[in-house]
């Protein structure tokens, strides 16, 4: 499987402000997903992020809040805009189709977010 | 929206115990479903998986179930272990490659020494 960082781990931001989240695969994937876990909750997908296109967006998520870069095959950014204590939430990133079409995904360790 | 969902939110059980934990989807279209485990503190690790041509399927001291007539996904833990405590989630797509996953609620499995 794919190793998959992500960076920060975790952060505390201040309300109204931005937090770029980072995730980095040691190889070529096809797909790479962001995904947001509320506390003590299940994982709700925010988008697919697409290379060299625009990401695509699930309902009740929009890319001024979101905005999701993805400039080659190992790499994307998840951004999270003038942020609100509602926000506070651990943000995962996943992979797909490593090497050859798959449909198992795996995942980052995530970035624990807390705003106050 | 259809979603995947656990039967249980917590499992209880004693070291050396055989674990069951249960879930149901409502999407007759997928066909394609993946057990995760969530330790505290990280991200979900892929356990097993298995495609709806398929009714069973074993790893090593897991054992996933589906039985697609009433909808119903099983995974077993042989011989449990406290490193076993997480939260396990089941979770499925409609088998396009490419496709985001739809996760169920997650059962807290807790074992006791």
């Known amino acids: 499987s794919a190793v998959i960082s992500q960076k920060p781990s975790r952060d505390i931001c201040q309300r109204g402000t931005s937090l770029t989240i980072q995730c980095q695969v040691d190889s070529q994937v096809t797909m790479m997903f962001w995904y947001r876990q509320q506390p003590g909750q299940s994982l709700t997908l925010i988008a697919t992020a697409n290379q060299g296109s625009e990401a695509t967006y699930e309902s009740g998520f929009v890319i001024d809040k979101f905005p999701i870069s993805r400039p080659n095959l190992t790499f994307s950014t998840l951004t999270v805009s003038n942020m609100s204590p509602e926000d506070s939430s651990i943000y995962l990133c996943s992979v797909g189709g490593a090497g050859t079409s798959t449909d198992t995904q795996y995942f980052g360790p995530g970035t624990r977010l807390t705003v106050l | 929206g259809e979603s995947v969902g656990l039967h249980l939110p917590t499992l209880s059980v004693q070291e050396g115990d055989n674990s069951i934990i249960n879930c149901a989807y409502s999407n007759s279209a997928s066909d394609y479903f993946i057990w995760y485990k969530q330790e505290s503190g990280k991200g979900p690790q892929f356990i097993i998986d298995?495609?709806?041509?398929?009714d069973k399927r074993q790893g090593q001291r897991v054992t996933v179930l589906l039985n697609k007539t009433v909808k119903h996904l099983s995974l077993q833990i042989a011989a449990t272990q406290p490193g076993d405590s997480a939260v396990y989630f089941c979770a499925e797509n409609i088998g396009q490659a490419g496709t985001a996953l739809i996760f169920g609620k997650g059962t807290t499995l807790s074992v006791s020494s």
């Open positions: 298995i495609r709806s041509n398929m």
